[in-house]
């Protein structure tokens, strides 16, 4: 097994805080693997939430900020579970095919639990949640939230 702070995720985001996530590799393998291998590369650093519904959810990782975009590797054989779509779970964004999220994610504001076993959970908010509250809403933001840097582990 990894050790624990390689199963962290920090989001630092443009308003000055971080988000802490803690990664769900019991859950989602393959997503944990590819959330870690993208933040390792830099590809979420400056890429910003482009689709914040107030009560719903914030949704980033898109690096064209549009929601069509996605990362250059191929798209990810879905993950789904039993775990609740409930205030600061992390999930991954994908079209109507279930086989295809890449790269965006969303973290829930409130009770989504409509998207259980249809969404794939990767992660958990431990600390900074404030912080995803205080994104600008839109789809898009009129000036979007950003992500100045993604960091695996301490």
Known sequence: MADDTDNT????????GDVVIKLRPDLAPGHVERITELAREGFYDGVVF?????????QGGDPTGTGMGGSKKPD??????????????????????????????????????????????????????????ALPKGEPPRTPGKIVKATVGA
Request: net charge negative; aromatic share 10%.
């Open 76 to 133: 990810i054989k879905a993950e789904f579970s039993k775990e609740p779509h409930v205030r600061g779970v992390c999930s991954m964004a994908r079209s109507s095919n279930p086989n295809s999220a890449n790269s965006q994610f969303f973290i829930c504001f409130d009770d989504a639990r409509f998207l259980d076993n249809q969404y794939t959970v990767w992660g958990e908010v431990t600390s900074g949640m404030e912080h995803v509250d």
């Open 9 to 16: 995720l920090t989001l630092t985001l443009d308003s000055g």
């Open 50 to 58: 482009h689709r914040v519904i107030p009560g719903f959810m914030a």
